[in-house]
């Protein structure tokens, strides 16, 4: 796809599979309908968050992970084997890949998860690919987030927020100086009356 601005959606779904949706700025046409996998990354960040494997200068970065903002996990994408297979040889990394043979341009929005093209992506198998071309599971690839982060993903989602600068801390110091000046007044009221 050419440089551009582009919405990403997940398919409302049932499965244990994600299906993610790619449309252009204005989401009247799409651009494709992939397959991803559950991805984790240690801090989450405020906004979304999209990562690139990268690949030699003048071709286009290829489209790894893309991470909600407030959390922790996010999708990453599985290729057709064909294109993995470059991937892994131009990035010298390991791709995910399906090597069902999946249509990879839907031309036309997915409303259910019944469709064809979608019962297709959610039983294609999952496998990973060496930049040699040797085919290794998944599960040597990727790695399971700890178990208190699965506990963690079963309640709702707590987002970190800061809240924005609003004052300088010039009123507050003022605020002490006036206290401090009353105290002191007070004090040495206190001391005449006493003399």
Known sequence: MPTGTYVFKILDSASDRHIVQIFSKDELTIYATILAIPNYRLKATDKTVM?????????????????YPGHNWGEEFVYPKAKALEIAKATNTVVLYTPAEIAPEVTTPI????????????????MAIK?????????????????????????APVVERTLPKTASPLPLIGLFGLLALGAALALRFARERVL
């Open 51 to 67: 990562t690139f494997r990268e690949r030699p200068a003048g071709q286009p970065e290829a489209l790894r992970a893309w991470f």
């Open 131 to 155: 930049p040699t071309g040797e085919e290794v599971q998944v599960t040597e690839v990727v790695t399971a987030p700890p178990a208190e982060v699965l506990v963690a993903e079963n309640r």
């Open 111 to 126: 409303k259910s998860a019944e469709e064809p093209v979608v019962v297709e992506l959610k039983q294609a198998p999952v």
